[in-house]
């Protein structure tokens, strides 16, 4: 069944399908900077048989994300379903889907996980973790699978030391992140595997109502311990928390490194002086606008964004990719600048939701980049017949391996 458009001031869709496939890695798809010249907000339709309002320029998008009128909650009826697997009742779980005032108080209680001083405590640790995987693939010698055996175990080691669980189910968590944030993932394995991650992190919770540990389950536990939170959204807020910080630094590792072996001046300057290394990581994560489609919201109330009449109700996309190529914001915006020093790009979000784990997804992005370069220098791509294998269908855009050698 088709959801007639709700605005009467709707162009139509004119054949606009969402979301399109990217066929440059380090560019949005055509199809959305096409839109964008058009059109700050087109209207487009989704593979859900609904419509929705596609937000592609610069401001556009941040007005959009900053604006008061606008809701997350996925339980709304045009919310936009651009991909099956969207979790619905998680409106008083889940952060990403909570409105305000709801979603302040539950972000308080998790800031205190993700402050700038909390991330320089962690800093030890993190290093250990990124010397520590390496030092197995060195151990066990190539050619070895990059994202899987590095890029990946370095965000997920991360989270255990975050949510203050032991190491030993980092492997369950990436094996059952793969399934369940894979749209390829069919509909009954999907469910199953869901079922067996909020199992496990039901048990990981439990335990540590006896024996609190330091991190954010202990964190959210103190605040059930004062009757602020219940059990089953400290289930939803650590398994949002999972799914939002695992693939998302995963990928921005992976497409980094490609990136760099793409480019041996820029490889050769950022190894020889790392402090380069924190402005080379910010643009890649302009580029790279690896959530993009993923960003749903509705209008609860009629509003103008790019000169479209915006009605209560109207499903809204927030790209990324599209505002992060924006020519009006962006000088050479297809290039990787790392002396750019522009942190006001899309993709972490912008406005309440913009990414809580961003601080913390830096510090383990430089170290990752900065033991890369200077660990293995000689890093290159295995010969195989096929070394890179992208991943156009998932959550989050990326790759599925990168076969290296050195
Ligand atoms: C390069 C890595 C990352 C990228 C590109 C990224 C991107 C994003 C984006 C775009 C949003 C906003 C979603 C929206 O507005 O609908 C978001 C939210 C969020 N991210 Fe990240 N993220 C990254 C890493 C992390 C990490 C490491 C964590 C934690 C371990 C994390 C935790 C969260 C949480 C909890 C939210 C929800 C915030 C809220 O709704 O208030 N993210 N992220």
Redesign the pocket.
Known sequence: MTTEPTSGTASGTDGRWFPQLRHDPFRPPADYEFWREEAPVVEAELHSDQRAWVVLRYDEVRQT?EHPGIS?DAERPHYPKVREGVTSRASDTM??HMDAPM?GKY?RM?TRQFTAKRVSELQPELLRIVTDTIDAVLATGGPVDLHQEISLRI?TAV?CA?LGVDYSISGDIQRLSAITTSSATPADELKAGTQEMYALLDDEINAQYENPRDGLIGTLIEEFRKGEIEHRQILGQIY??IV??HE??AN?ISMGMLQLIADPELRKRVTADTSLIPGMVEDM?RMHS??DGT?SRVAKEDMVIGGREIKAGDGLIVT?SAPNFDPRRWTNPYELDIDRNDRKHI???AG???????N??RAELYLAFEQLLTRIPTLRLADAAEPVIMQNDGFVYGVRSVLIDW
Do not use: D, K
């Not at 309440?352 to 961003?358: E, F, N, T, Y």
């Open positions: 994300l997350v952060l990403r979603h972000r998790m965000p989270i975050l949002m928390t939002a910080g998302t630094t921005t994560i690896l959530v960003l990324i993709s972490f979000g309440p939701h913009a990414c809580l784990g961003q913390l997804a």
